[in-house]
């Protein structure tokens, strides 16, 4: 068994695969440095260094047969942080190295493919639920702030929605369970990684002072325009699940 180690990202993920191909490895394993942890000591150790020009013949040769929008779907493998993500795009690859007339992404009669399938709807409807659900708050310095802990690492897929959809303010939304986010200046839309994570203590004592006072007319309004008679909890918990309502200002 050979483990190749990257550095975890998409670039040093498709360079592996192709040193896969490049050195002929057979039986083989994928992993991001971080989340290694050697159980078989008898392994050979495959440290990658990741280069564009290697990742990028990868994609393009995948794009001939599964397109741009498998490409997209195997983004979302990336992006779901699965434990076994590497070896599904593995599989993905060799398969279409195989086949290069087909989209192997439609035959669902493989696991692996059907498992891609699977998850990557799975982190499109996170990423849905993101771009419906983040709730901005102003802050002192005049910037809106959006705080999320999405299931999966949908921060890239929702860049492009709020870019087009908020031109005109200033904004920052912060993924909690990654540590990182998305930074808008009216200008560049890019990532941001701050040293320290948020303190939530401190956290409402950078509010703007008008802040609160919008909180309150909004939860307000959503309150008066409940109507008792017609309430359905189970409805509105498949709509807007649990886990996301510590950050929407209408529950607080």
């Known amino acids: ?15 592996a695969i192709f040193e896969v191909f490049e050195y002929r490895y057979k039986d083989v ?10 159980e078989n000591i008898f392994a050979e150790i495959h440290e990658v260094i990741t280069q564009n020009d290697k990742s990028e013949r990868v ?12 490409i997209h779907e195997l983004l979302k493998v990336y992006l779901s942080e699965e434990s076994d ?37 799975s982190v499109s409807r996170e990423r849905h639920r993101m771009t419906a659900f983040v709730r901005f ?6 910037v809106f702030f959006a705080k999320i802990d999405p299931d999966f690492n949908v ?11 908020y031109q005109d303010q200033k904004w920052m939304i912060y993924d909690l369970r990654r540590n990182y986010g998305l930074l808008y200046d009216l200008e560049i839309c890019d990532f941001f990684y701050p040293e320290e994570k948020l303190d939530l203590n401190k956290y409402q004592q950078k509010f ?45």
């Open 208 to 252: 703007h002072d008008e802040e609160q006072n919008y909180q309150t007319l909004w939860q307000r309004y959503f309150t008066k325009t409940n109507i008792i008679e017609r309430k359905n909890l189970k409805l509105h918990i498949q709509h807007v699940p649990r886990r996301y309502w510590k950050y929407l200002t209408e529950k607080n």
């Open 29 to 38: 394993e994928i992993a991001s440095r971080e989340r290694f942890h050697q």
């Open 137 to 142: 708050e102003k802050m002192q310095d005049g």
């Open 1 to 15: 068994m050979t483990t190749l180690l990257y550095d975890g990202s998409f670039d040093g993920l498709f360079t």
């Open 59 to 70: 994609l393009n040769k995948l794009e001939q047969s599964i397109g741009k929008s498998g």
């Open 155 to 165: 921060v890239p897929l929702i860049r492009k929605h709020f870019k087009d959809r």
């Open 85 to 121: 993500l590497e070896q599904l795009i593995l599989s993905a690859v060799r398969q279409s190295i195989k086949h290069p007339e087909e989209n192997i992404l439609q035959n669902y009669a493989d696991n692996d493919i059907l498992k891609i399938s699977k998850i990557s709807k």
